[in-house]
């Protein structure tokens, strides 16, 4: 199985920056692609952004020009900077991997536990 573990959030004004990182362990034959998604109360989860092994990215609309996303591919860890940080960027936000533990295994979705983030105006 794949373990991801997330850190880096909390709590910072409008105006501020965060950054969350996101550490994959565990039994782990391939990583192809890594993702950040939030959900804030009452709504559905939500893509943030999405790296591919290659470091290609991809980002909501929302968050254009204000996040990055990088890989470390040595370290099995993705992180998440977060700049401009707005009220609407409230929310828990989870790491995702599409990874296979044994060479046997289709790619599958693992995900972190979660981090809150909360930006204050």
């Known amino acids: 199985q794949v373990q991801l573990v997330e850190s880096g959030g909390g709590s910072v004004q409008a105006g501020g920056s965060l950054r969350l990182s996101c550490a994959a362990s565990?039994?782990?034959?391939?990583?192809?692609?890594m993702g950040w998604y939030r959900q804030a109360p009452g709504k559905q989860r939500e893509l943030v952004a999405t790296i591919t092994g290659g470091g290609v990215t991809n980002y909501a609309d929302s968050v254009k020009g204000r996040f990055t996303m990088s890989r470390d591919n040595a370290k099995n860890t993705v992180y998440l900077q977060m700049n401009s940080l707005k009220p609407e960027d409230t929310a828990v936000y989870y790491c995702?991997?599409?990874?296979?533990?044994?060479?046997?295994?289709?790619?599958?979705?693992?995900w972190g536990q979660g981090t809150q983030v909360t930006v204050s105006s």
């Open positions: 565990g039994s782990i034959f391939r990583i192809n692609s």
């Open positions: 995702n991997a599409r990874a296979q533990s044994s060479r046997y295994e289709i790619p599958r979705d693992y």
